[in-house]
């Protein structure tokens, strides 16, 4: 069974910093891409970044680019999002989601999601 | 960027109901269009991929039509536990983006 199990959520004043992990399981996960979607509360659903299966490409949402990190361990079969700068509109519930192919968007399993709050 | 709508935002329909969504691409896509289902407090659940295609293990009340620009999403028979808001998403470019969502209701 496919499991994506997301942590690292919290708290944190704006400007400052944060680490997103999600825990894989259930797949081979070095043969898949990964990727974060993130949703503010009450909000709908906004692809953040995307990560291939040996890390050699990468993609970032405008609204996130040069702030946030992907990356991924898969000898660990853990992906991360190193969140830098935080602002009041990056408060939402954070999602690790499987891609089902290899060009990014196909989210065929997604983790429960962790709670990212900024806020001073 | 791509842009994505969807109609209507919200619905009320009762039990048994037939239930159509539809969502439209704001240029070709041709059929790399997904649908998701979001319960409450839960993550999304894909439903249908590549516009008409059934995940497996999603009950066969849920289809899925169109290709280009305009798409379609059906429950034939709408029950208790298809309460919930629904996405329809592209992935023909980067970025994936998805529509604004349908809130979706019993009467």
Known sequence: EVQLVESGGGLVKPGGSLRLSCAASGFTFSSYSMNWVRQAPGKGLEWVSSISSSSSYIYYADSVKGRFTISRDNAKNSLYLQMNSLRAEDTAVYYCARDRVVTPGFFDYWGQGTLVTVSS | ?107
């Not at chain 2, 919200?10 to 037939?18: C, E, Q």
Request: aromatic share 10%; proline share 7%.
């Open chain 2, 1 to 107: 960027d791509i842009q994505m709508t969807q109609s209507p935002s919200s619905l009320s329909a009762s039990v048994g109901d037939r239930v159509t969504i539809t969502c439209q691409a704001s240029q070709d896509i041709s059929n790399y269009l997904n649908w998701y289902q979001q319960k409450p407090g839960k993550a999304p659940k894909l439903l249908i991929y590549d516009a008409s295609n059934l995940e497996t293990g999603v009950p066969s009340r849920f289809s899925g039509s169109g290709s280009g620009t305009d798409f379609t999403f059906t429950i034939s028979s709408l029950q208790p536990e298809d309460i919930a808001t629904y996405y329809c998403q592209q992935y023909d470019n980067l970025p994936p983006r998805f529509g604004p969502g349908t809130k979706v209701d019993i009467k």
